[in-house]
């Protein structure tokens, strides 16, 4: 109780000012929005009502956790968590915080890589990990039905049982959640063959601002009745609504995958390996990776479990190819013969094919350990960027050139596949005036080359002012628009995702775009 | 010195093991298939012994039906010389592979004999011994560390015992078998897949090695192992007492 009354003195006398660096404008920082209104003991109460003392945790040690981010970049001050186990729970929440004009930040497993699952200031925590059952799963639709709390690389798990696998993997799937995979239309190792998220869901249960539960669950295949509003909510990192159950296509689970690890003397080698692979294995392939040397080496050091499959060959890239189907005999042949044409025309110089899954786990281990790695090395300024082919590692290779003066390591490695690049810049601590050789360095290259400065990570807290680079005005607009309407009063996940309408965010010129103050 | 390894091709480690329905076995169709672990470890230290110029030559061998040429070619993929496959769709009792091995460690004069201490589908655990006890030769078993004193013809072993470390010293011709800790496999690298294809393989027959094999044993059935059971949380000392006298009877 006394706590509380603190808090609340606390947060009404000060404005909570966090200095952090966003995009274009560096330094300026964002200040609470004095609209919101703060907790009081009556909403704890009323809370408690709903969830049960389980359900409400103001404890200042476990909110700590929720607080921060995976990477350590960003804290937040949330005072209260909430732990709902069913959709009309977080429709009490939503609406009851609605009347009163309380912020919320929805939170699934807290590994996101923009600051999108955290508060700034004192934001109410929903956290969906209560809201963990299996709905249902149909082996002959390979639909699976799940609320949005289910852990990743259980539902793997769980469908895998049928001989069916979650038609998307990424490094996170020990403790990443559906729901936000789904709220951040998260791409992963895997989109190369499964695709996106707004591909594979087939139904969501969202419960939007106001407390309105919208059952827009359905395990149908096709469906063409009236606008699919579920897309909205597929990528919109829980700024539209929290989704409360996924409705999720799976396809069946391939019974013969291989594994390789392969060195190339440069990139544009690794290039031609990728259309070599296209043609060769077409079918079955299911997974194509790069990373560079230095990222092999930053991993290596800093994670003694990582064992590196080549020790003997050093190349500038390495790729990660993984093939998919059901025959073992057949793609085994297919990924041989691919292989030896490319050893024989010299586009690789050399490279392993896992003989068993112990192998397959220890390569995959490596690339999918690269950001733990970084993370152990220090601070790390991430950049998760879709760029034409051919300027996907000239990008690095500029950054890495710029910067060589100062005390970092720059790395790149990524989904190659995708066009999907992961630059990375490891540092000690994080640092304005290496920060200022990156910013706007790297998202202004990426726009001239009509990329866009955020593939698959979202824009979370970290980015909403560089949307400009990627996106017109006037579809920033529309965005504004849609924002108003399922949130009018602003409560689901601000500050994120959409810059702040009093902030001055350049688009970026290109051919298309307008100056726009908003 | 020539130095023979055997190999077994079983289920992968990682592979989910499901029983056949009409429970005559385990269900091998589309299951990923893998050289055992243990006899990549031996492999492993059988080219290591290549490399430190103690080995002249290294020859794997494996017994069963076609498909086991897989893990041959596995293992000269590895860097393996030549490869010998017995060809026999019989089961594979450790006695009749210890046999089989018997007879080619003696055509080909090989000096040492590496194998995995046991398969992960069987887990027998006897076929070194065996074959070791054929060939009248000395066996150090669970092989952790292997040192040769290729002038004294002697080996060093180390095993892993359950009460720790033991140290034999055996003479040469040898049969070793390794544990989990002996080394850490090598990837099978590309220029030596390709150099593989063009590795002999001799196929051998057990009438031709002049082996009779012993029909010894019929499987009955095979099943899954029972489901465990939740555990139950009690109230107090009273209830558990209760609980274990009547209901568990173990009191």
């Excluded at chain 1, 827009?216 to 469906?223: A, E, P, Q, W, Y």
């Excluded at chain 1, 998919?324 to 490319?342: I, P, R, V, W």
Aim: aromatic share 6%.
């Amino acid at each position: 109780m006394l706590a509380i009354r603190q808090f609340a003195r606390s947060a009404s006398l000060q404005t909570i000012l966090i200095n952090f660096v966003r995009g274009a404008q560096t330094a300026a920082a964002i200040s609470r929005n004095k609209d919101y209104a703060e907790i009081e003991v009556r909403d704890v109460a009323y809370f408690r009502d709903i969830l049960g003392d389980r359900g409400v945790i103001t404890d200042p040690d476990a909110l700590q956790t929720l607080n921060k981010d995976w990477m350590g970049k960003y804290e937040g001050k949330s005072q209260l968590a909430l732990k709902p186990q069913t959709a009309e729970q977080v429709s009490q929440i939503l609406k009851h915080c609605n009347e009163r004009q309380l912020a919320v930040v929805p939170q699934g497993g807290n590994t996101g890589l923009v600051g999108g699952s955290v508060p700034l200031f004192d934001e109410v925590v929903l956290a969906t990990a209560a809201m963990n059952k299996v709905i249902s799963f149909d082996p002959i639709l390979g639909v699976l039905s799940c609320q949005s709390g289910c852990v990743l690389e259980q539902l793997d798990n769980h469908v895998g049982e049928q001989g069916h696998t979650m038609p998307l993997d990424l490094g996170a799937k020990g403790s990443c959640q559906i729901g936000g995979n789904v709220s951040t239309n998260a791409g992963g190792l895997r989109y190369l063959r499964y695709g996106s998220m707004h591909g594979n869901v087939t139904g969501l249960e969202v419960v939007l601002a106001d407390g309105t539960i919208l059952d827009l669950m359905s395990t149908l295949h096709k469906d063409n009745t009236g606008y699919d509003m579920k897309q909205m909510f597929i990528g919109a990192e829980g700024t539209l609504g929290i989704i409360t159950k996924v409705a999720i296509q799976c396809p069946a689970k391939p019974s013969s995958v291989q594994v390789s690890y392969l060195a190339v003397p440069t990139f544009q080698h690794a290039q031609k390996v990728f259309q070599k692979a296209k043609q060769h294995l077409g079918e079955i392939l299911s997974a194509f990776e790069f990373l560079d040397h230095h990222s092999l080496i930053i991993t290596l050091k800093n994670l003694s479990f990582i064992k590196n499959p080549l020790p003997d060959t050093q190349t500038p890239i390495y790729l990660v190819v993984e093939t998919s189907g059901s025959n073992a005999e057949h793609d085994y042949a297919k990924l041989e013969k691919f292989l030896e044409e490319a050893y024989e025309e010299e586009i690789i110089v050399d490279g392993t094919i896992a003989q068993d899954s112990g192998q397959q786990a220890s390569i995959w281990a490596l690339r999918e350990n690269i950001s733990e790695g970084l993370r152990h090395a220090g601070a790390v300024y991430k950049y998760d960027l879709s760029l034409p082919p051919n300027d996907m590692y000239k990008l690095v290779e500029e950054t890495r050139a710029r910067m060589k003066h100062l005390p970092v390591t720059v790395v790149g490695y990524g989904h190659m596949g995708d066009s999907n690049l992961h630059l990375n810049i490891s540092a000690a601590k994080y640092d304005k005036e290496i920060l200022s050789y990156i910013e706007p360095f790297v998202y202004e290259w990426t726009a001239d080359k009509k990329g866009s400065i955020s593939a698959e990570h979202g824009l979370g807290q970290m980015k909403p002012e560089c949307i400009g680079y990627s996106k017109s005005a006037e579809a920033v607009q529309l965005m504004r628009r849609f924002k108003s309407l399922l949130d009018p009063n602003q409560i689901l996940n601000p500050y994120k995702v959409l810059p702040e309408k009093n902030r001055n965010y350049k688009p970026h010129k290109h051919e298309h775009a307008t100056a726009v103050t908003h | 010195m020539k130095v023979l390894v055997a190999v077994k091709r079983v289920i992968d480690y990682n592979a989910r093991i499901r029983v056949k329905t009409d429970q005559t076995g385990v269900e091998l169709a589309n299951v990923k298939m893998s050289m055992n672990p243990f006899c990549e470890i031996a492999v492993e230290e059988a080219l290591r012994l290549k490399e430190q110029k103690v080995a002249k030559e290294v020859v794997v061998v494996t017994v069963g039906p076609k498909s086991s040429q897989d893990t041959i070619r596995t293992a000269l993929a590895m860097g393996a010389d030549r490869g010998a496959h017995i060809l026999t769709d019989t089961p594979l009792l450790p006695l009749n592979v210890a046999k089989l091995l018997a007879a080619v460690v003696m055509k080909e004069s090989a000096s040492l004999c590496l194998l995995g201490k046991q398969a992960i589908d069987d887990d027998c655990n006897q076929t070194g011994q065996m074959l070791a006890a054929l060939l009248k030769w000395p066996q150090a078993t669970f092989a952790s560390k292997v040192e040769i004193d290729k002038a004294a013809q002697k080996a060093r072993v180390t095993r892993e015992v359950d009460g720790g470390l033991q140290t034999l010293l055996c003479g040469l011709p040898a049969v070793i078998t390794t544990d989990l800790r002996l080394n850490q496999p090598r990837y099978a690298t590309l220029p030596n897949i390709m150099k593989a294809k063009k590795k002999p393989i001799e196929v051998l027959t057990p009438e031709g090695l002049g082996v009779s094999l012993i029909d010894g044993y019929k499987r009955i059935k095979v099943e899954e192992p029972a489901k465990r059971k939740g555990g139950v949380m009690v109230a107090s000392v009273a209830e558990l007492m209760d609980k274990l006298k009547n209901e568990a009877k173990v009191l």
